[in-house]
């Protein structure tokens, strides 16, 4: 699994990309399904808005959060992620 990690209106720290792969790492557990996935964090004035894009086989999953710091954003994606994954993992069972 690849995750490509980018800042737009803010600078990419190490602290923030670890914090993003050990999360994105943890969802490798549920299934080998994800192939890539693009992170993409901003900063708007008082927000701070993560989004994430997955590559998984036959389709491409995307989900977005938006919290006042940067880690709960993080948090609130990673949740929505892990919810389209098991929704996915569903439909393909059927």
Same mark, same amino acid.
């Given at each position: 699994?690849?995750?490509? @990690?980018?800042?737009?209106?803010? $600078?990419? @720290?190490?602290a923030l990309k670890d914090y993003v792969n050990d999360?994105?790492?943890?969802?490798?557990? $549920?299934? %080998?399904?994800?192939?890539?996935?693009?992170?993409? /964090?901003?900063? !708007?004035?008082?927000?701070?808005? *993560?989004? +994430? !894009?997955l590559a998984v086989p036959g389709d491409n999953l995307? *989900?977005? *959060?938006?919290?006042?710091?940067?880690?709960?954003?993080? %948090? +609130? /994606?990673? %949740?929505?992620?892990?919810?389209?994954?098991?929704?996915?993992k569903e439909k393909l069972k059927d």
């Amino acid at each position: 699994m690849q995750i490509n @990690t980018q800042g737009v209106g803010l $600078k990419l @720290t190490d602290a923030l990309k670890d914090y993003v792969n050990d999360k994105f790492k943890k969802l490798e557990r $549920k299934g %080998d399904l994800i192939t890539s996935i693009s992170v993409t /964090l901003t900063v !708007d004035k008082l927000s701070q808005k *993560a989004k +994430a !894009d997955l590559a998984v086989p036959g389709d491409n999953l995307h *989900a977005e *959060a938006e919290a006042e710091s940067m880690y709960a954003a993080i %948090d +609130a /994606l990673i %949740d929505k992620v892990d919810r389209q994954l098991v929704k996915y993992k569903e439909k393909l069972k059927d």
